[in-house]
Nanobody, 116 residues
Framework: QVQPVESGGGLVQPGGSLRLSCAASGSLFRSNAMGWYRQAPGKQREWVALISNGGASYYTNSVKGRFTISRDNAKNTVYLQMNNLKPEDTAVYYC??????????RGQGTQVTVSS
């Protein structure tokens, strides 16, 4: 099964920005709403944002107003623009179709570290 590939993570100071990318195959991308998720050390994995096939977007409360999810259908890529980052945003970030179970997911995620 083709897997999404995340990139764009890194180390950033509080208040900084990062843009994550998630590249997916055409068939995977076109037929699915896509979600971003994250897992911080010692915490449960949580949903962050999702974007529907039609471009409607939804966010968990802790990132509203700071994160923006978007998709480029021509490039089969989903983005997560993260602004005003906080230390509590530190986590490994994953993307996958919202319909997938985590047992279907074999990606690596991308590490985001917010620290001064």
């Amino acid at each position: 099964q083709v897997q999404p590939v995340e990139s764009g993570g890194g180390l950033v100071q509080p208040g900084g920005s990062l843009r994550l990318s998630c590249a997916a195959s055409g068939s995977l991308f076109r037929s699915n709403a896509m979600g971003w998720y994250r897992q911080a050390p010692g915490k449960q994995r949580e949903w962050v944002a999702l974007i529907s096939n039609g471009g409607a977007s939804y966010y968990t409360n802790s990132v509203k107003g700071r994160f923006t999810i978007s998709r480029d259908n021509a490039k089969n890529t989903v983005y997560l623009q993260m602004n005003n980052l906080k230390p509590e945003d530190t986590a490994v970030y994953y993307c996958k179709p919202t319909t997938w179970q985590w047992t279907d997911y074999r990606g690596q995620g991308t590490q985001v570290t917010v620290s001064s």
